[in-house]
């Protein structure tokens, strides 16, 4: 399948600093990009998600931008918690087709 | 929000036997549903996509005939491991999507063991 590369693997930050997560894809045709919150030992979970119509979408805390032209796409968590600590993937979906994943980012938020 | 559900979340079985594992989407239908395999630490591996009414699309890699999957109605997707081994001991999950909206979201997953 396409690659999704996912940057950086993992991530340490201070309680209250914002957190930043790369994602590049190399379909052209993709056209939904989600991004999912894994705690240990449990499902993923949808947080935002984002279709290539719209450059930005913002949920409280959590943002996503878009850039299709260099075909990459950021999860942006801002004033992060302790209990934002996760493994958070990104994936893209071309077309109707299925989700691919990235590697992962481990978040890790110090009090 | 849409829900999925997946039985049993743990099994622990002895190697040559064979596990079943069901997926339901709860309060949506789902015409598609994936089975994904996650080891410790590591992303999730789509292992097959299946679809209401006709056969699953294997992923390379995958035996079809060791991991069989049916998908008989909108709700309900079943993989079964056949002849299981040690190391088919993973983290399995299936996801659902929705039909009209087309977000994805997954089950608890079932933690196999094989003996």
């Known amino acids: 399948g396409e690659n999704v590369e996912q940057h950086p693997s993992t991530l340490s930050v201070q309680e209250g600093d914002s957190a930043v997560i790369k994602c590049t894809y190399s379909?052209?045709?993709?056209?939904?990009f989600p991004w999912y919150k894994q705690e240990l030992g449990k499902r993923p979970q949808l947080i935002i998600d984002?279709?290539?119509?719209?450059g930005e979408k913002k949920d409280q805390r959590i943002a996503v931008t878009l850039n299709k032209t260099a075909k990459h796409f950021s999860l942006h968590i801002t004033e992060t918690q302790p209990e934002d600590s996760a493994v958070y993937f990104c994936?893209?979906?071309?077309?109707?087709?299925?989700?691919?994943f990235g590697k992962g980012t481990m978040l890790l938020v110090s009090p | 929000g849409a829900v999925v559900s997946q039985h049993p979340s743990w099994v622990i079985c002895k190697s040559g036997t064979s596990v079943k594992i069901e997926c339901r989407s709860l309060?949506?239908?789902?015409?598609?549903m994936f089975w994904y395999r996650q080891f410790p630490k590591q992303s999730l591996m789509l292992m097959a996509t299946?679809?209401?009414?006709?056969?699953?699309?294997?992923e390379q890699g995958v035996e079809k005939d060791k991991f069989l999957i049916n998908h008989a109605s909108l709700t309900l997707s079943t993989l079964t491991v056949t002849s299981a081994h040690p190391e088919d001991s993973s983290f399995y999950i299936c996801?659902?999507?929705?039909?009209?909206?087309?977000?994805?979201?997954f089950g608890p997953g079932t933690r196999l063991t094989v003996t």
């Open positions: 994936a893209w979906n071309s077309g109707y087709s299925t989700l691919t």
């Open positions: 379909d052209s045709a993709s056209n939904y």
């Open positions: 984002i279709r290539s119509n719209v």
């Open positions: 309060d949506f239908q789902a015409t598609t």
């Open positions: 299946s679809n209401e009414g006709s056969k699953a699309t294997y």
């Open positions: 996801s659902a999507r929705d039909r009209f909206y087309g977000e994805q979201y």
